[in-house]
């Protein structure tokens, strides 16, 4: 998680599952759900959680393959690919007529055996009417 070491030092740096998932949660990091904001210390960038804790939702709809890459997708101010939310719609899936939204980070319920995507850069689609005790949002405050 943290270049070759889930917990350098010994030390997890983020609110994941500990021991084998579903049947043994070791609680090594102290929480046996969802930590309070902060808990672990903020990357090289001063940010809180960007992996693990709850999934966050961002205002992006899903689409599992983009027609076209953006010049500059790091300074884009919205998803320049996806416009409507029947675009964000997903074929074949279970409900595929509710629009899906990009949800971003793992959770506490990642675990190496089971979920892989605990990672900021990591993304997965949700439909806009779920909720569930390890998806949240983000709050920014610029200062």
């Known amino acids: 998680m943290w270049g070759d070491e889930d917990a350098p030092g010994g030390h997890p ?6 021991g084998e998932f579903p049947w043994e949660n070791l609680a090594t990091n102290g929480y046996e759900g969802t930590s ?13 959680d960007m992996a693990g804790n ?3 939702w961002t205002c992006d709809f899903f689409r599992a393959r983009h027609p ?9 101010p919205r998803n320049p690919r996806v416009e409507t939310s029947v675009e964000g719609c997903v074929p ?7 629009p899906r939204k ?7 319920l990642c675990a190496p055996d089971y979920c892989l995507r605990y990672r900021p850069a990591a993304r997965q689609s949700e439909a806009v009417d779920t909720s569930a005790c390890d998806i ?6 610029r200062t």
């Open 54 to 56: 709850v999934w966050e």
């Open 36 to 48: 309070p904001v902060g808990a672990f210390p903020a990357n090289g960038y001063g940010l809180f």
């Open 92 to 98: 074949g899936q279970q409900d595929a007529g509710i």
């Open 136 to 141: 949240g949002f983000r709050c920014v405050v």
């Open 13 to 18: 740096l983020a609110n994941t599952w500990q």
């Open 102 to 108: 990009v949800l971003k980070g793992g959770s506490h």
């Open 68 to 76: 076209d890459a953006a010049a500059k997708p790091c300074c884009v």
